[in-house]
């Protein structure tokens, strides 16, 4: 028996067809012979949020939803959380190999080398209103440095692509301590090289008058190991608007960008903010089952439960809870963890929960982390486009250079009107009227 092919009959006309099959897949195109008559226009597959649609091939990150894996280029992301530096994993997710240490110290260099802003970004950012939401501050700060950089047009030459690559990690910290900053009203501190990634965000959220900021190592590192559990996930719904908007060739702030905006809905990266909103309006742990009866009465849902992939258990979400305790040693336990423990507690034990395969994935524990750290919830999305942005710019790199890839652009199943004509006594306009 073969099994690369797969044989197809058309009951329609009787006709055998066969496809050859390669990892798991057969190709969508190979569908158009399969036609009732010359006509035909030929079978497409019909697939709305594409639930079993690749659009790419990745040799990025590994996910085996059922039995909860998730591998940065092969490599374990318990391992990876925690033996390395978040610049270490990005370095590993943009080359496809973990840097030796002269490298790293290169790479460290190199991001370092870009983390001001220009100055004009600064008065860009001066324009919101004092009450934004930072994650839209953030988003449209990004696609303004399209405007700074208009070199970064050039997508096609691989050298420009990772200058630009390098830039835009150097730079989206600096944008998401300066959105903080702007809605608390507190002057803009600017990048500290001295420090490492996260120290360098913090100093740059939290810096008074103090003449050095001093981040708490827990802290910072609990932050890094934040910071590597979101730097990738594969075809999300923000990494596949990253690739459809950049397959048009716009140049990566403006795409980079389109995927933060694509982040920011609630159910994707705007996740970890509703789970806190939703924490609050529990309240305490007594008002629990209560709200469990809601949500399998359809009128809420639980945030932070359920991934579209993971069917088992996030396990991010079990690295995070490790980070948990970490940060909470030293910022004392948060009482929200209690009401989350329980949500978890009931949920896991529910036959609603159980049959739908619902699980917390990262978003469940990682906002009451940050709030424990100091941030507010509004700034919980920012702080997920941070590490994300170098997801989004691995998978763009790799879209560039596979030539398989072009403009993405689905098809539609038709169900409007059919063709149909204006009443014949409609006059016809001409120009004054239209004027
Ligand atoms: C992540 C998410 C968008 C995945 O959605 P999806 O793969 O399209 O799954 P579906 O919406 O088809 O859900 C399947 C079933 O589980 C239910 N369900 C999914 N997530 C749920 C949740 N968080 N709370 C309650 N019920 C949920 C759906 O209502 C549906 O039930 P039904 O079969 O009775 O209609 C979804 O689980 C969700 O909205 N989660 C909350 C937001 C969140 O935490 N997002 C962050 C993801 S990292």
């Given at each position: 028996m073969d099994n690369s092919l797969l044989t197809i009959t058309d009951r329609r006309t009787g006709k055998n067809y066969t496809l050859p099959v390669d990892h798991g897949t057969i190709r969508?195109?190979?569908?158009?012979?399969?036609?009732?008559?010359?006509e035909d226009f030929g079978l497409m597959s019909y697939d709305p949020a594409f639930?079993?649609?690749?659009s790419c091939q990745s040799g990025i990150t590994y996910i085996d939803g059922d039995r909860g894996i998730l591998r940065y280029r092969g490599y374990p992301i318990e391992e990876l959380a925690e033996k390395c530096r978040f610049l270490e994993v990005s370095y590993l997710l943009l080359n496809g190999e973990l840097p030796d240490e002269k490298q790293l110290e290169n790479w460290i260099e190199e991001v370092k080398h870009h983390t001001m802003l220009h100055e004009t970004s600064k008065k860009f950012l001066e324009g919101f209103r004092y009450d934004a939401h930072p994650m839209g501050m953030f988003v449209s700060t990004v696609a303004a440095l399209s405007t700074v950089y208009?070199?970064?047009?050039?997508?096609?030459d691989p050298a420009n692509r990772r200058h630009q690559i390098v830039r835009l990690i150097g730079k989206v910290p600096t944008i998401a301590a300066y959105t903080y900053r702007h809605s608390r009203g507190f002057p803009y501190v600017y990048p500290d090289n001295d420090l490492n990634y996260a120290a360098n965000l913090m100093n740059m959220l939290w810096k008074m008058v103090e003449p050095k900021y001093v981040a708490n190592p827990v802290l910072a590192r609990a932050l890094s190991v934040l910071f590597i559990l979101h730097a990738d996930h594969e075809q999300n719904c923000s990494t596949n608007a990253m690739r459809s908007v950049a397959s048009s060739q716009a140049d990566p702030y403006l795409s980079v960008a389109a995927a933060a905006a694509a982040l920011s809905g609630p159910l994707h990266g705007g996740a970890n903010e509703q789970v806190l909103l939703m924490l609050d309006f529990i309240g305490?742990?007594?008002n629990v089952p209560g709200y469990i009866e809601q949500v399998k009465a359809g009128k809420m849902k639980l945030m932070g439960f359920g991934h579209r992939v993971y069917?088992?258990?996030?396990p991010r979400a079990r690295i995070i809870k490790w980070t948990a305790d970490q940060v909470f040693q030293v910022t004392?336990?948060?009482?929200?963890l209690d009401i989350a423990l329980e949500l978890e507690r009931i949920a896991l034990e529910d036959d609603y929960f159980i049959k739908r395969k619902l699980y917390p994935n990262v978003d469940f524990y990682s906002g009451i982390i940050y709030q424990a750290m100091g941030f507010k919830p509004d700034m919980f999305t920012v702080l997920f486009a941070i590490p994300r942005t170098v997801g989004w710019l691995a998978h763009w790199d790799e879209m560039m250079r596979d030539p398989e890839q072009k403009i993405a652009r689905p098809r539609q199943v038709y169900t409007g009107q059919p063709l149909r004509h204006l009443p014949e006594a409609k006059p016809t306009l001409n120009v004054a009227v239209l004027v």
């Amino acid at each position: 028996m073969d099994n690369s092919l797969l044989t197809i009959t058309d009951r329609r006309t009787g006709k055998n067809y066969t496809l050859p099959v390669d990892h798991g897949t057969i190709r969508a195109t190979e569908l158009r012979q399969i036609k009732e008559d010359a006509e035909d226009f030929g079978l497409m597959s019909y697939d709305p949020a594409f639930v079993n649609t690749a659009s790419c091939q990745s040799g990025i990150t590994y996910i085996d939803g059922d039995r909860g894996i998730l591998r940065y280029r092969g490599y374990p992301i318990e391992e990876l959380a925690e033996k390395c530096r978040f610049l270490e994993v990005s370095y590993l997710l943009l080359n496809g190999e973990l840097p030796d240490e002269k490298q790293l110290e290169n790479w460290i260099e190199e991001v370092k080398h870009h983390t001001m802003l220009h100055e004009t970004s600064k008065k860009f950012l001066e324009g919101f209103r004092y009450d934004a939401h930072p994650m839209g501050m953030f988003v449209s700060t990004v696609a303004a440095l399209s405007t700074v950089y208009p070199d970064a047009k050039n997508v096609l030459d691989p050298a420009n692509r990772r200058h630009q690559i390098v830039r835009l990690i150097g730079k989206v910290p600096t944008i998401a301590a300066y959105t903080y900053r702007h809605s608390r009203g507190f002057p803009y501190v600017y990048p500290d090289n001295d420090l490492n990634y996260a120290a360098n965000l913090m100093n740059m959220l939290w810096k008074m008058v103090e003449p050095k900021y001093v981040a708490n190592p827990v802290l910072a590192r609990a932050l890094s190991v934040l910071f590597i559990l979101h730097a990738d996930h594969e075809q999300n719904c923000s990494t596949n608007a990253m690739r459809s908007v950049a397959s048009s060739q716009a140049d990566p702030y403006l795409s980079v960008a389109a995927a933060a905006a694509a982040l920011s809905g609630p159910l994707h990266g705007g996740a970890n903010e509703q789970v806190l909103l939703m924490l609050d309006f529990i309240g305490k742990k007594e008002n629990v089952p209560g709200y469990i009866e809601q949500v399998k009465a359809g009128k809420m849902k639980l945030m932070g439960f359920g991934h579209r992939v993971y069917k088992n258990y996030d396990p991010r979400a079990r690295i995070i809870k490790w980070t948990a305790d970490q940060v909470f040693q030293v910022t004392g336990r948060s009482p929200k963890l209690d009401i989350a423990l329980e949500l978890e507690r009931i949920a896991l034990e529910d036959d609603y929960f159980i049959k739908r395969k619902l699980y917390p994935n990262v978003d469940f524990y990682s906002g009451i982390i940050y709030q424990a750290m100091g941030f507010k919830p509004d700034m919980f999305t920012v702080l997920f486009a941070i590490p994300r942005t170098v997801g989004w710019l691995a998978h763009w790199d790799e879209m560039m250079r596979d030539p398989e890839q072009k403009i993405a652009r689905p098809r539609q199943v038709y169900t409007g009107q059919p063709l149909r004509h204006l009443p014949e006594a409609k006059p016809t306009l001409n120009v004054a009227v239209l004027v």
